[in-house]
């Protein structure tokens, strides 16, 4: 009893050293990795993966068996690395056999984030590593197995084209359909879900059938991010199409035209004014451009609509109207004086797109531009003529798509003979066989071979 209190004293005298307890405790670990689940195996912390890639290098080269730690490393130096082994046959051979001879499953369960995170189809070593995981992949715990079966993932050639026609199913993005399989780490499938992207893309600009408002939010949701800026720029083709392509012989309702056109321009600019910015997108820009020529007759009725009198401009806007939907418009532009412009970016977004005067007019004139045939009309509003040139290569024709035009440079200065290469004609008689219409419907046919019927602009 007395050796027992003398102990106690000398305790009690002496306090032990506060416990040093870890940082992150090792059941918090334990517990992320059973209740993450995303069955990722991601780089280590605090690893410089340079330096650890020429020693594996070194070894793999020497022909020596690398540990389960040393392999897990491996399948992180494939690719991303001053020395990446994935260059070099024999490491990249050693690498993969270790791997899959593992009777542990981080290394390969590393190979596959690995994989997924540096994936490009044309990228060396991808091919390889990914008949390795077709080979392992029901070894690795789930959800390897499951995505696996389900969407061929770890085969290089298929996995992102069943990715994408899944997303096109459920209308998801790739990341989504990945994190509804167990895979909910974003970062480590930057790689892949960028290929996926690009399938579902080019899947998109095939498939006719979808609503133009859903095919507008699946490509937001794939392709940009919450500012409406490209996540990958290389796929700025690849989204123009998947918009428009669809449309080459139809039409959305206006409204939706609008949102698309507000989203191409934002990202690529006006192809009238900018084409540089849709070389790789051709057929893209066909349709934009034939969206925009209806826009900018839209914008020239509707500002017009808001100062001419109505019994000056309700026959002139069914007239042109009916140009329009006869298909002998192939471009348009208009010219605003100040308050027209104010008027326009008010009505149809900021990035609408016109001219202005380089000099003055009376307030609230405007000209409409159009490429029709081989010639150039120029339409002036209120009491302006109609001007016609046969030949837009005439040195006095205006070109369309400049940012501003003199007043003078678009009259004509002609007259109403068909023989003439110059045209003008004043809006004056509405009715008959002499109105303004007659004549400039038999100039356009002179000029394109159309012959429009006053039933298609009464």
Same mark, same amino acid.
């Given at each position: 009893?007395?050796?027992?209190?003398?102990?106690?004293?000398?305790?009690?005298?002496?306090?032990?050293?506060?416990?040093?307890?870890?940082?992150?405790?090792?059941?918090?670990?334990?517990?992320?990795?059973?209740?993450?689940?995303?069955?990722?195996?991601?780089?280590?912390?605090?690893?410089?993966?340079?330096?650890?890639?020429?020693?594996?290098?070194?070894?793999?080269?020497?022909?020596?068996?690398?540990?389960?730690?040393?392999?897990?490393?491996?399948?992180?130096?494939?690719?991303?690395?001053?020395?990446?082994?994935?260059?070099?046959?024999?490491?990249?051979?050693?690498?993969?056999?270790?791997?899959?001879?593992?009777?542990?499953?981080?290394?390969?369960?590393?190979?596959?984030?690995?994989?997924?995170?540096?994936?490009?189809?044309?990228?060396?070593?991808?091919?390889?590593?990914?008949?390795?995981?077709?080979?392992?992949?029901?070894?690795?715990?789930?959800?390897?197995?499951?995505?696996?079966?389900?969407?061929?993932?770890?085969?290089?050639?298929?996995?992102?084209?069943? !990715?994408?026609?899944?997303?096109?199913?459920?209308?998801?993005?790739?990341?989504?359909?990945?994190?509804?399989?167990?895979?909910?780490?974003?970062?480590?499938?930057?790689?892949?879900?960028?290929?996926?992207?690009?399938?579902?893309?080019?899947?998109?600009?095939?498939?006719?059938?979808?609503?133009?408002?859903?095919?507008?939010?699946?490509?937001?949701? !794939?392709?940009?991010?919450?500012?409406?800026?490209?996540?990958?720029?290389?796929?700025?083709?690849?989204?123009?199409?998947?918009?428009?392509?669809?449309?080459?012989?139809?039409?959305?309702?206006?409204?939706?035209?609008?949102?698309?056109?507000?989203?191409?321009?934002?990202?690529?600019?006006?192809?009238?004014?900018?084409?540089?910015?849709?070389?790789?997108?051709?057929?893209?820009?066909? %349709?934009?451009?034939?969206?925009?020529?209806?826009?900018?007759?839209?914008?020239?009725?509707?500002?017009?609509?808001?100062?001419?009198?109505?019994?000056?401009?309700?026959?002139?806007?069914?007239?042109?109207?009916? %140009?329009?939907?006869?298909?002998?418009?192939?471009?348009?532009?208009?010219?605003?004086?100040?308050?027209?412009?104010?008027?326009?970016?008010?009505?149809?977004?900021?990035?609408?797109?016109?001219?202005?005067?380089?000099?003055? !007019?009376?307030?609230?004139?405007?000209?409409?531009?159009?490429?029709?045939?081989?010639?150039? %009309?120029?339409?002036?509003?209120?009491?302006?003529?109609?001007?016609?040139?046969?030949?837009?290569?005439?040195?006095?024709?205006?070109?369309?798509?400049?940012?501003?035009?003199?007043?003078?440079?678009?009259?004509?200065?002609?007259?109403?003979?068909?023989?003439?290469?110059?045209?003008?004609?004043?809006?004056?008689?509405?009715?008959?066989?002499?109105?303004?219409?007659?004549?400039?419907?038999?100039?356009?046919?002179?000029?394109?071979?159309?012959?429009?019927?006053?039933?298609?602009?009464?």
């Amino acid at each position: 009893m007395t050796l027992l209190k003398e102990a106690i004293r000398q305790i009690g005298a002496s306090p032990l050293p506060p416990l040093k307890l870890r940082d992150v405790p090792a059941v918090h670990h334990a517990a992320a990795r059973i209740a993450g689940g995303d069955g990722l195996e991601g780089q280590r912390e605090g690893r410089d993966y340079d330096r650890i890639a020429r020693e594996l290098m070194s070894k793999l080269l020497a022909g020596d068996s690398l540990t389960s730690r040393e392999l897990r490393d491996a399948a992180w130096c494939l690719w991303q690395t001053a020395t990446p082994l994935a260059e070099t046959p024999e490491a990249l051979r050693g690498a993969l056999e270790g791997i899959e001879n593992s009777i542990r499953k981080p290394p390969g369960r590393a190979l596959a984030s690995s994989f997924l995170y540096f994936f490009a189809p044309d990228r060396t070593g991808i091919p390889e590593a990914s008949a390795t995981l077709c080979r392992v992949a029901d070894e690795l715990g789930r959800p390897w197995p499951e995505l696996q079966s389900e969407h061929a993932l770890l085969d290089w050639r298929n996995g992102p084209a069943k !990715v994408a026609r899944r997303s096109l199913e459920l209308r998801k993005s790739p990341t989504e359909v990945l994190a509804d399989g167990g895979l909910r780490s974003k970062d480590a499938l930057s790689g892949y879900v960028e290929a996926c992207a690009a399938e579902l893309l080019r899947q998109l600009a095939t498939e006719m059938d979808i609503p133009a408002p859903k095919r507008l939010a699946l490509v937001r949701a !794939v392709a940009l991010n919450d500012r409406d800026q490209l996540i990958f720029a290389k796929h700025g083709p690849l989204l123009a199409n998947a918009l428009l392509l669809p449309f080459s012989n139809a039409e959305p309702h206006d409204d939706m035209k609008q949102q698309y056109l507000d989203l191409l321009l934002g990202l690529f600019r006006d192809p009238r004014l900018h084409p540089g910015n849709w070389v790789r997108m051709e057929d893209a820009a066909a %349709v934009a451009r034939r969206w925009l020529t209806k826009l900018s007759l839209r914008q020239f009725l509707d500002i017009v609509d808001d100062v001419a009198l109505q019994r000056m401009w309700v026959h002139r806007r069914k007239f042109w109207e009916a %140009v329009y939907e006869a298909g002998l418009i192939a471009d348009a532009w208009v010219v605003f004086d100040h308050a027209g412009a104010h008027s326009a970016r008010r009505a149809f977004g900021k990035e609408v797109s016109f001219a202005t005067f380089d000099g003055g !007019v009376q307030a609230g004139h405007s000209v409409l531009l159009l490429r029709i045939g081989r010639g150039v %009309v120029a339409e002036w509003s209120h009491n302006g003529k109609c001007n016609i040139w046969n030949d837009a290569e005439d040195r006095s024709a205006p070109a369309l798509y400049r940012r501003s035009y003199s007043p003078y440079t678009l009259r004509s200065h002609g007259d109403t003979s068909l023989d003439r290469s110059k045209f003008a004609v004043s809006h004056i008689s509405h009715e008959g066989p002499n109105s303004w219409q007659s004549k400039v419907a038999a100039k356009l046919h002179q000029m394109t071979g159309v012959r429009l019927k006053p039933s298609d602009w009464k």
